[in-house]
């Protein structure tokens, strides 16, 4: 279904509820103002209800960047990241799966959560990445420390 089909099936409950209470109201002055009204609600919540989400285009992009941003910062290297990064690789499959569905709102659950694992993998390739070059650094101090004291 096109965005502009389900736009019209939004819609068109409500035109459809208002044209009755319109008729309703001219032919008969006795209905009270309540009725219709009650009426155009129901009819407007059930047009509201009836539509769905849109399709969550705008994550299913933002968790696709995250998961690439995890693949260059090092996650495939890093047996916890890689892990997270799988994650929110088979959490995008899956939310793309909900979409041809028109599960629009699960695949926005499912594009959330994937995006924070592929967050997440990065920043343990980045804490793993920071821990090597603190030990490489802390070697290289006690290489200098020893140099210093041969040299004493």
Known sequence: ????????????????????YKAAYQEDPRVTIRQPIVVALAGAFFGVACGGAAIPQDKLTSAE???????VGGAPENPKAALHLKYARDQIAEAKK?????ENEVAAALLDRAEVD????????RVENAR????????EVQKLKERQAEGL
């Open 98 to 102: 909900y979409i041809e569905e028109e």
């Open 118 to 125: 592929a967050e997440l993998a990065l920043a343990l390739a």
């Open 132 to 139: 090597a070059e603190a030990a490489a650094a802390l070697q």
């Open 65 to 71: 960047a995250a998961v690439r941003a995890a693949e």
């Open 1 to 20: 279904m096109s965005k502009m089909q389900a736009n019209v099936v939004q819609i068109m409950p409500v035109s459809t509820v208002w044209a009755v």
